[in-house]
């Protein structure tokens, strides 16, 4: 694997408000479209003096991702929230790096099975998602104090598959 390649997509995105075209996708946070992108959302999201910011998901581990999964931990303050997680998508969507940000009540363990057991509320800018025209049914979110939530089950039936044929998964890290 190349940590620096890039692949990309040319079609169209819309989540909520934001729409764009062409994204790129990466194999690493070594890449530096990643690591700019980054940099912009440590400078730019507000709130972080309540708020932690974590990056989990495929972009940690040894694949190739579309996107970057961005948690938002803290007090459960709406309008805050719905701040910090809007400068984060605008961003990727400026950036055309798909960002795929929530707040949650509270972290995943994904790097350790034995406490993956858990179920939790996440919190979302929108209800609306869609690539290209095609529209993802997100109709189990809930439209609450101006944000959208859904109930987290954890683990995915794809982490059960990959740990079943032996992947560790990498600790989050927070920014």
């Known amino acids: ?3 620096y ?3 990309s997509f040319p079609g ?6 934001y729409i764009n075209s062409y994204w790129y996708g990466l194999y690493s946070i070594d890449n530096p479209i990643y690591k700019w992108v980054i940099q ?3 400078k730019e999201t507000p709130n972080q003096d309540i708020f932690d910011i974590c990056v989990s998901g495929g972009i940690l581990e040894d694949w190739f991702t579309w996107d970057v999964d961005l948690f938002l931990f803290g007090p459960y303050e709406p309008k805050k929230i719905r701040e910090s ?3 984060m998508v605008r961003i990727g969507f400026e950036e055309h790096l798909y960002i795929d940000a929530v707040w949650q009540e509270k972290p995943w ?3 350790n099975p034995d406490k993956w057991e858990m179920e939790c509320y996440s919190y979302e800018l929108s209800n609306e998602w869609s690539r290209d025209g095609n529209y993802r049914d997100l109709s ?3 439209l609450v104090d101006g944000l959208y939530r859904r109930v987290q089950k954890l683990p995915y039936d794809k982490h059960i598959r990959n740990q079943e044929i032996g992947y560790r998964y990498k600790k989050p890290i927070f920014l």
């Open 5 to 7: 390649a890039i692949q």
């Open 12 to 17: 169209v995105i819309t989540y909520g408000k």
């Open 109 to 111: 363990p994904i790097d």
């Open 1 to 3: 694997m190349n940590k």
């Open 85 to 87: 997680l809007d400068t």
């Open 140 to 142: 189990d979110r809930e």
């Open 40 to 42: 912009r959302i440590k």
